[in-house]
């Protein structure tokens, strides 16, 4: 035997050992996860599997994410139809709380024609 082999069964490395203390490591006990995952193999391939399906789904909803983030940050239609159907929710939430009808007036410096104070209805 050479001293290079490590095993118990070399006496040099034993005789090393009881000299320093080192070379030789104990046999250890499995841990219980390793014990474990060889009796649930197929198990942990399918769960894992699964796992790497839900990874490519995350790549969808960033996609969807970034998407739902440029229709935020569009700009607001200015069109009379459009800021009509922006009110009116506002305005029937008022009505059925209140039972009473409801005007929404809006004024104040526009703008778009320098700065001049308009009312809106």
Not at 101 to 109: L, Q
Request: with cysteine.
């Amino acid at each position: 035997m050479s001293a290079k082999d490590t095993g118990a069964d070399n006496p040099w490395t034993i005789i090393l050992h009881r000299l320093t203390g080192v070379g030789l490591s104990k046999p250890c006990k499995s841990q219980v996860f390793a014990l474990w995952y060889k009796l649930n193999n197929e198990d942990v391939k399918a769960a894992w599997n699964m796992h790497t399906e839900e990874l490519k789904n995350v790549g969808e909803h960033e996609v969807a994410l970034k998407e739902f983030e440029e229709k935020l940050d569009a700009p607001i239609s200015q069109e009379p139809q459009d800021l009509q159907n922006i009110i009116k929710p506002l305005m029937d939430v008022i009505v059925q709380a209140t039972g009473c009808p409801v005007s929404i007036y809006v004024g104040g410096p526009q703008p778009a024609d320098g700065g001049c104070l308009h009312i809106l209805s």
